[in-house]
């Protein structure tokens, strides 16, 4: 049914850049709100950002306030995040989120890290 696939992430130093992709299919895209979430090793599962289905509300993690923006294309079926000024603690894998009825669903994930 509904399929997430992220793209975008790789290894950067402290106080780069990394734009991250998750490309929705197999359900009507503008009609749910999307969010990014983040595991690191040994850790749970913790929200980052969630956008609403026409864009007109986000919200953020206080630990990414100010340095990520979550965006969505409802045409290309697409949410971005745009990371800046990373940290060796946003190290983690980040995976797109969308939940429908009470279900949620998840992607792979894409790996991001941040080290010097």
């Known amino acids: 049914q509904m399929q997430l696939v992220e793209s975008g992430g790789g290894l950067v130093q402290p106080g780069n850049s990394l734009r991250l992709s998750c490309i929705a299919s197999g359900f009507t895209f503008s009609d749910y709100d999307m969010g990014w979430f983040r595991q690191a090793p040994g850790k749970e599962r913790e929200f980052v950002a969630t956008?609403?289905?026409?864009?007109?509300?986000?919200a953020y993690a206080d630990s990414v306030k100010g340095r990520f923006i979550v965006s969505r294309d409802n045409a290309k079926n697409t949410v971005y995040l745009q990371m800046t000024a990373l940290k060796p603690e946003d190290t983690a894998v980040y995976y797109c989120?969308?939940?429908?009825?009470?279900?949620?669903?998840w992607g792979k994930g894409t790996l991001v890290t941040v080290t010097s």
């Open positions: 956008i609403r289905r026409d864009s007109g509300f986000t």
């Open positions: 989120h969308v939940r429908h009825n009470t279900v949620d669903y």
